[in-house]
T-cell receptor, first 112, second 114 residues
Framework: DSGVTQTPKHLITATGQRVTLRCSPR?????VYWYQQSLDQGLQFLIQ???????AKGNILERFSAQQFPDLHSELNLSSLELGDSALYFC???????????FGQGTRLTVV | DQQVKQNSPSLSVQEGRISILNCDYT??????FLWYKKYPAEGPTFLIS?????DKNEDGRFTVFLNKSAKHLSLHIVPSQPGDSAVYFC?????????????FGKGTKLSVKP
């Protein structure tokens, strides 16, 4: 158990809908990262927050957004969902921005 | 364009032998490299890392080698154990230790046979 909690574990939704994925980082970790793993793809970095502020942005679509709240949990919002958004979404956290990151178990999103 | 490539999707090794997983990168700005291990239905787990100022880092059965001129790194597992069977991801970042900008390869599935 990495200490990073992601909910829900599985999500099935229809095209055009909007979903919110939630991540609770390890206690004391200030940095949260979101990654997407599509079928046959490696882990694609989406976005990073540090202590509530956006720190780095990767290949995140405009239809996607994220935020980190004062209690340091983070949410990833995916809207106008398309079939191609079906993937595993991982959250990771670390104490600082230059320390080892711990991953959650992921949320498997299926868009039908 | 893939900046981090793991050209072998799978690798099968006998228990007790050496497993060698390879990774190539294209971005010369990368200066921090990591290996993660992933079991089914679990998130990736950090295994070992190396900075560009080193060419080798060892942790128990795991050793990572970095060849900067060839833009190549490898993970050696000796001796391999059945519990090592997992998908191994190579990752790199520019900006030492900046794990938020990790670029991952597609992974190599290692099977260690008893």
């Amino acid at each position: 158990d990495s200490g990073v909690t992601q909910t829900p574990k599985h999500l099935i939704t229809a095209t055009g809908q909007r979903v919110t994925l939630r991540c609770s980082p390890r206690s004391g970790d200030l940095s949260v990262y979101w990654y997407q793993q599509s079928l046959d793809q490696g882990l694609q970095f989406l976005i990073q927050y540090y202590n509530g502020e956006e720190r780095a942005k990767g290949n995140i679509l405009e239809r996607f957004s994220a935020q980190q709240f004062p209690d340091l949990h983070s949410e990833l919002n995916l809207s106008s969902l398309e079939l191609g958004d079906s993937a595993l979404y991982f959250c990771a956290s670390s104490v600082e921005t230059d320390t080892e990151a711990f991953f959650g178990q992921g949320t498997r999103l299926t868009v039908v | 364009d893939q900046q981090v490539k793991q050209n072998s999707p799978s690798l099968s090794v006998q228990e007790g032998r050496i497993s060698i997983l390879n990774c190539d990168y294209t971005n010369s700005m990368f200066d921090y490299f990591l290996w993660y291990k992933k079991y089914p239905a679990e998130g990736p787990t950090f295994l070992i890392s190396i900075s560009s100022i080193k060419d080798k880092n060892e942790d128990g059965r795991f050793t990572v080698f970095l060849n900067k001129s060839a833009k190549h790194l490898s993970l050696h597992i000796v001796p391999s154990q059945p519990g090592d069977s997992a998908v191994y991801f190579c990752a790199a970042s520019a900006g030492l230790g900046s794990q938020g900008n990790l670029i991952f390869g597609k992974g190599t599935k290692l099977s260690v046979k008893p």
